[in-house]
């Protein structure tokens, strides 16, 4: 895969410490978004207009709690095209979930991970 392609995937969070620990796991240059909760539509558009998503391959990665589907829905309702990576219910956060639990979901959608999660 050459850089342009790495660099067209985007993945979307909810917080900081999500992006830390997807970071701790991939072996790929992403774009990892940031909404810190749910969006307003101008900030949506915003970020739309900003990362330029409407052309990249977009996945969305939230937590499984209310705020988090409620954030998901908003997104695939913007975002159509987007894949979605889902954790395990019973981590409830991105953040919480273990490093080898994350990179399997993110193999999964053809994000490269560091090999030493793959156990």
């Not at 830390?20 to 949506?44: H, P, Y």
């Not at 499984?64 to 395990?88: M, N, V, W």
């Amino acid at each position: 895969m050459n850089e342009i392609s790495a660099l067209e995937k985007v993945i979307i969070v909810e917080g900081k410490t999500d992006k830390q620990q997807i970071q701790k796991v991939i072996n790929e240059d992403v774009e990892i978004i940031c909404t810190n909760g749910t969006l307003g539509v101008e900030r949506l558009e915003q970020l739309i207009l900003e990362y330029d998503l409407d052309h990249k391959d977009v996945f969305i990665l939230v937590d499984e709690d209310h705020s988090g589907h409620k954030l998901r829905k908003q997104l695939s309702f913007e975002l159509p095209h987007a894949e979605h990576i889902y954790i395990d219910r019973s981590f409830r956060e991105v953040a919480a979930t273990p490093e080898p639990e994350l990179a399997q979901a993110l193999v999964s959608r053809s994000i490269s991970v560091d090999p030493i999660f793959l156990t």
